[in-house]
């Protein structure tokens, strides 16, 4: 019986996976909550994970030091299933999760923008699990630990279309004219993890259990625990024209050049790689000076071998004092959510649905997310 508790509790920790998720090693929150339609947007603290031209658009200076986030799976969307839980039968603990994606992450991206250049620092925890097949369970994770730092440049040709601050609000102005700016960045990447298939009563897991052995490190080693290294490059296009109240901006980027592929340091199983991708995306933005708002389209990742609907993203934004509201559809899934800011704290907070099947709108994994930013600032120069 303890050792059926065993298994079951690597289940737990090693928690929610889906073969067929998009990997990133950063994603904002906001963006997450506009359905991730962000590639003509990228003007936040996670710039360079969404393309390193829209650099081009800072003529000041802005600081990031302190912005945890924490998500997972929204269980309040499944009440229901979690409704008398059982606490002393396997059996039934394993039906009612199986087939149920569960995610867990956590991670922080301090960093700097100054006008053309930026930098920002990472660390984050993602883990996702599925428990599949009833009679012959088989475990699928994915857990990635990512550290390191990425670092990009903008060049600009044109006069127009950068935003200034309001020093009264603080609140961005852009300029009138156009601009294309082109970027590049460089990541460097320390990763440790696993991604796998696992036989939950394979022969491997359980002869390091039978053996007497309950230290967490020989079982990450059962289930091909590893670390390792890599550099990566991304390219980076964007297009912007601004005339009156009104910005229009089209972005092109190329995420992780020829694939992101790790060296492995420890371990025997080899690290996933951060796979190149290709993404496109328009936005529109027309500014009240009371209110603006945003709308935004993507089409990515272009060079994915997913259903063609699954690479569509729509997201919208309604900023007021204060206060921004954020919806948005991404892969067939609703998202929505907002934020507060109230200097020095900015918090950021709802729910946004991915795919984690193979088909467009076969499984949906219900998440939401919590972000919080202290004392950052901006201002001209």
């Keep these: 019986m303890k050792k059926t508790f065993l298994i079951l509790f690597i289940s737990v920790i090693t928690t929610e996976v889906f073969s067929q998720e998009i990997g990133y090693i950063g994603r904002s929150p906001r963006a997450q909550l506009m359905g991730d339609a962000y590639t003509a947007v990228a003007d936040d603290e996670y710039t360079l994970f969404y393309n390193p031209a829209s650099l081009g658009r800072n003529k000041g200076v802005t600081f990031t030091p302190i912005n945890p986030s924490i998500g997972g799976t929204n269980v309040l969307k499944d009440t229901d299933r979690f409704k008398d839980f059982p606490k002393s039968d396997p059996a039934a603990i394993a039906d009612r999760i199986l087939n149920y994606p569960v995610s867990l992450q956590a991670s922080a991206f301090p960093g700097l923008k100054m006008a053309g250049f930026g930098l920002t620092l990472f660390a984050s925890s993602k883990t996702n699990m599925v428990l599949r097949n009833a009679i012959h369970p088989i475990l699928d994770i994915d857990y990635r630990y990512d550290r390191g730092f990425i670092a990009g440049y903008a060049h600009n040709i044109g006069s127009g279309a950068f935003a200034s601050r309001i020093k009264k609000t603080n609140k961005q102005k852009i300029t009138t004219g ?31 259990i039978n053996s007497g052995s309950t230290e967490m490190s020989d079982l990450k080693e059962a289930l091909g625990y590893s670390k390792g290294k890599a550099w990566g490059v991304d390219l980076g296009t964007e ?49 009240f000076g009371f209110f603006d708002y945003t709308l935004s389209a993507d089409l990515r990742p272009l060079n994915s071998t997913e259903d063609f609907s699954r690479k569509f993203h729509f997201g919208t934004e309604l900023s007021l004092p204060l206060v921004t509201l954020n919806a948005g559809w991404s892969e067939g899934y609703v998202s929505y959510g907002g934020s507060v800011k109230l200097w020095p704290v900015k918090l950021t907070a709802g729910f946004y649905g991915i795919e984690v099947g193979t088909k467009f709108r076969e499984q949906e994994a219900k998440r939401f997310i919590v972000y919080i930013s202290l004392f950052d600032f901006s201002f001209d120069i």
């Design 178 to 208: 156009q601009r294309v700016s082109f970027g590049v960045a460089v990541k460097h990447v320390s990763r440790e993890g696993m991604s796998d298939q696992y036989d939950l009563f394979g022969t491997t897991l359980l002869n390091k």
């Design 239 to 287: 297009y912007a024209y601004a005339r009156g109240r009104g910005l229009f901006t089209a972005g092109l980027s190329l995420m992780d050049i020829g694939d992101t592929r790790f060296k492995r340091t420890e371990g025997t199983a080899d690290l996933p790689n951060q796979e190149m991708s290709i993404n496109t995306g328009v936005a529109y933005k027309e500014d």
